[in-house]
């Protein structure tokens, strides 16, 4: 089983910046879609952004795009979340996910990773 491992989480002020990494523990990923998902306390786990690892493009949940920003490396070994202007409901357990369909569903990703913290106090 291909595992993926994110990294960059940790606490912020409100307005401030934070990168979120996620690495194939294999060096590849395993599909072409790679995705950022987060879960706060007692809430659903929900899509943030994602993107196709071929070049094809990247999408967000609509309320995040202008403050966040998925990206690849040139290699494609790592793709990244830039998170700006962070704000207290942004605080959450971040996960990336890979899969074969570029979207927000959850449920149509079959390889994640355990998970990195962000929290974001005023």
């Known amino acids: 089983q291909v595992q993926l491992v994110e990294s960059g989480g940790g606490s912020v002020q409100v307005g401030g910046s934070l990168r979120l990494s996620c690495v194939a523990a294999?060096?590849?990923?395993?599909?072409?879609?790679v995705a950022w998902f987060r879960q706060a306390p007692g809430k659903e786990r929900e899509g943030v952004a994602v993107i196709s690892t071929s070049g094809g493009g990247s999408w967000y949940a609509d309320p995040l795009q202008g403050r966040f920003t998925i990206s690849q490396d040139n290699a494609k070994t790592t793709v990244y979340l830039q998170m700006n202007s962070l704000r207290p409901e942004d605080t959450a357990i971040y996960y990336c996910?890979?899969?074969?369909?570029?979207?927000?569903?959850?449920?149509?990703?079959?390889?994640w990773g355990q998970g990195t913290q962000v929290t974001v106090s005023s």
């Open positions: 996910a890979a899969g074969s369909r570029c979207n927000l569903n959850p449920k149509t990703f079959n390889v």
């Open positions: 294999t060096d590849r990923f395993p599909n072409r879609c």
